[in-house]
């Protein structure tokens, strides 16, 4: 499996992480020109290469040449990356990280994710680093990222359109919330909400770079000079091989016994919409011979502020339980297929380092409406074809 390591030697940053990938060999000149698909003028993207303590590392700055007066909220920041014609990886990518800046700004701010403003993450220019990071993921192939534990600075402040703000900012390390933090005496923003954001995102947490094959390494600057450490962004391009992958997440349980069954599957769907892995339901028999149900959620836990909030709104529970559950997956991403039906989008899993390739439920329906054919036969054609 092909994976990304960001050593966060001075934290990271939008910027950081696109120089990195683009020292590790992403072509800036196609970084240049998919960033365009995004369809937004008013910048142009440089590169150059910079030194930070005796090392060379690749400085990429968005240079804005007109600024927008407006405020963008997650919605159009999602309708903004749907229409592009950038390909499908890159937009779950870029939607994951933006999703993770939207829960955060909601809890610093109070409010909900559909009326959070995006003011310094919503510009253009961290709109250019979150896209153009996952177009380069999507370049080099890469299936799986993890980092360091992620460096951040203390006791000095930065300025926002909040006024002065304390670092680490309260929107980072609600990002951060439950990934390996270092606390430096360093008082300057070493980590971005932007750069915790792309960690929190897609990194699969924490892991030595001696389970790592390197092929090749990336440095990305930062704006200044530190007497402390060079003010770098380093990214390991390489393969790790497990047999299985393994993270945490959360068990989310409430037993229902007097509630409208109509209103279940309003409810699972909104889960899921919000992020949560699974819901599901299970019948059971309560106190006094009730029959009842248990709502059972999986997700991260990041997500159970917003998961607990739908279950207490939507439903009639009084409490929830949550505990930890360790989890272990087979590797798997998502790949356009060629088939009878046209391009298709499969999951590759990987058994044994052998790769199978499954048929999605949503592009067989999708196939079966367009072509006017039973369901069950269009998976089977597909399967067939994939060899599933």
């Known amino acids: 499996?092909?994976?990304?390591?960001?050593?966060?030697?001075?934290?990271?940053?939008?910027?950081?992480?696109?120089?990195?990938?683009?020292?590790?060999?992403?072509?800036?000149?196609?970084?240049?020109?998919?960033i365009h698909a995004l369809g937004i003028g008013g910048f142009e993207l440089q590169a150059r290469h910079v030194e930070r303590n005796g090392m060379v590392a690749t400085k990429i700055d968005v240079v804005i040449s007109e600024q927008p007066h407006y405020h963008r909220h997650?919605?159009?920041?999602?309708?903004?990356?749907?229409?592009?014609?950038?390909?499908?990886?890159?937009?779950?990518?870029?939607?994951?990280?933006?999703?993770?800046?939207?829960?955060?700004?909601?809890?610093?701010?109070?409010?909900?994710?559909?009326?959070?403003?995006?003011?310094?993450?919503?510009?253009?220019?961290?709109?250019?680093?979150?896209?153009?990071?996952?177009?380069?993921?999507?370049?080099?192939?890469?299936?799986?990222?993890?980092?360091?534990?992620?460096?951040?600075?203390?006791?000095?402040t930065v300025k926002s359109q909040h006024g002065a703000l304390p670092i680490p900012t309260p929107a980072t390390m609600e990002i951060l919330k439950d990934y390996p933090v270092v606390l430096t005496d360093i008082p300057f923003e070493l980590?971005?909400?932007?750069?915790?954001?792309?960690?929190?995102?897609?990194?699969?947490?924490?892991?030595?770079?001696?389970?790592?094959?390197?092929?090749?390494?990336?440095?990305?600057?930062?704006?200044?000079?530190?007497?402390?450490?060079?003010?770098?962004?380093?990214?390991?391009?390489?393969?790790?091989?497990?047999?299985?992958?393994?993270d945490e997440i959360v068990s989310m349980e409430t037993n229902i016994d007097n509630m409208n069954p109509e209103i279940y599957p309003?409810?699972?769907?909104?889960?899921?919409?919000?992020?949560?892995h699974d819901a599901y339901l299970i019948p059971i028999i309560m106190k006094k011979g009730r029959p009842g149900i248990i709502l059972s959620v999986?997700?991260?836990?990041?997500?159970?502020?917003?998961?607990?909030?739908?279950?207490?709104?939507?439903?009639?529970?009084?409490?929830?339980?949550?505990?930890p559950v360790e989890r272990k997956k087979l590797p798997r991403s998502s790949k356009q297929v060629q088939t009878s039906f046209g391009i298709v989008s499969a999951k590759a899993i990987?058994?044994?380092?052998?790769?199978?390739?499954?048929?999605?439920?949503?592009?067989?329906?999708r196939i079966a409406i367009e072509k006017n054919l039973p369901l069950d036969e269009v998976y089977r054609k597909l399967e067939k074809e994939l060899g599933g």
């Open 350 to 365: 990987t058994i044994d380092g052998k790769e199978f390739l499954r048929v999605e439920y949503e592009e067989c329906k």
């Open 266 to 276: 309003y409810v699972i769907e909104k889960l899921l919409s919000a992020g949560a």
């Open 1 to 34: 499996m092909k994976i990304a390591y960001f050593d966060t030697i001075a934290g990271i940053s939008g910027d950081m992480t696109l120089g990195a990938l683009v020292s590790a060999g992403v072509s800036f000149d196609e970084l240049n020109k998919e």
């Open 298 to 323: 999986l997700a991260e836990r990041s997500k159970i502020d917003l998961l607990q909030d739908i279950i207490f709104h939507e439903t009639t529970t009084l409490g929830v339980r949550i505990q």
């Open 191 to 246: 980590t971005t909400p932007t750069g915790a954001a792309i960690i929190k995102a897609l990194s699969h947490g924490v892991v030595t770079t001696e389970q790592i094959r390197i092929s090749s390494i990336g440095y990305g600057a930062g704006q200044r000079d530190f007497e402390q450490l060079p003010n770098l962004l380093r990214v390991f391009i390489g393969y790790i091989d497990p047999k299985y992958l393994a």
């Open 74 to 156: 997650m919605k159009d920041i999602e309708e903004l990356i749907d229409k592009s014609s950038l390909d499908a990886g890159v937009k779950e990518r870029s939607k994951k990280i933006f999703n993770e800046v939207a829960i955060a700004e909601s809890k610093v701010h109070n409010t909900t994710i559909e009326k959070v403003h995006f003011h310094e993450v919503g510009a253009i220019d961290s709109l250019v680093d979150i896209v153009g990071v996952s177009i380069c993921l999507e370049k080099l192939g890469i299936q799986a990222v993890y980092s360091s534990p992620i460096k951040v600075g203390s006791g000095g």
